[in-house]
């Protein structure tokens, strides 16, 4: 299987503003952005024996950056792209139930104005670009089942390397790196078909959130400390991986809060 797709977000303007009382008192910096991505993959599938398949593929993603600012030196364009290898082993199936592994690289998008900014809008001091793509590696093992009638359910442990987070300062109106992190946990989603036009779907997620201790990163600072976090709840975590054959090449967006729009 091949494939492409495309995507274009335009947004006039993002704005950044002084206010007291919801009035505006000035402009900390405002901006017309335009972000353009495009990708390309392909899928393949093996059948070993009659208990054991694989399911491997590559995805290439390229993004364009286009920021006018009222600021000419935040102002500017830019480009970046990434490979996004991923392969899936299957196991089974034994009682309608097989087992999974599954690895893969993939990326989250930055903030397009931080991908250009040069200087800061409120003190005029030199900052460095964020980097367009930052990299993400991925892993899960599990098991699904259908063995009750009208249900499928999963289990699967997981973990999600990023090699950096996006941070917004809102007072400033810049964006900056944050340390690398690790994602890890475990995830339970079912699915009932009740009746042929109704569909209850339930995702539970326990997760834990490992930050960097030390980290320097492109504006020569160094960053100490530990941060930890652990929810129990419906599923926000970015995947770079999927579990079943139809998910394995949806573009990795490490959460919507780092697509950076």
């Known amino acids: ?72 030196a935040n102002s500017g364009r830019a480009d970046a792209g990434r490979i996004s290898p991923k392969a899936s082993a299957i196991f089974g199936s034994w009682a309608k139930t097989e087992l999974f592994a599954n690895f893969g690289l993939g990326f989250h998008s930055n903030d397009a104005r931080g991908v250009n900014t040069t200087v800061d809008p409120r003190s005029g001091d030199p900052v460095s670009k964020v980097t367009p793509l930052v990299g993400t590696r991925g892993a899960e093992v599990g098991m699904r089942t259908e063995i009750v009638p009208a249900v499928q359910a999963s289990l699967a442990l997981w973990r999600l390397d990023l090699d950096s987070g996006l941070l917004f300062t809102g007072d400033a109106g810049t964006t900056e790196p944050s340390r690398a992190s690790r994602r890890q946990g475990i995830e339970f989603n079912t699915q009932w078909y009740a009746i042929r036009w109704l569909l209850f779907d339930l995702d539970l997620v326990a997760r834990a959130i490992h930050v960097a201790r030390s980290e320097s990163h492109r504006d020569g600072r160094s960053h100490s400390g530990r941060h930890r976090i652990r929810r129990v709840g419906r599923r926000h975590h970015p995947r770079a991986v999927a579990q079943d054959r139809e998910r394995l090449h949806a573009p990795l967006r490490a959460a919507a809060a780092h697509r950076g729009r």
């Open 1 to 72: 299987m091949v494939g492409w797709e495309a995507r274009h977000d335009r947004i006039d303007p993002v704005g950044l503003y002084h206010t007291i009382a919801r009035q505006r008192l000035d402009t900390v910096r405002r901006d017309f952005v335009r972000e353009t991505s495009d990708g390309v993959f392909a899928e393949g599938e093996a059948r070993f024996t009659s208990w054991l398949r694989a399911i491997a593929g590559v995805r290439y993603d390229h993004y364009f950056f286009d920021v006018t600012s009222d600021n000419p």
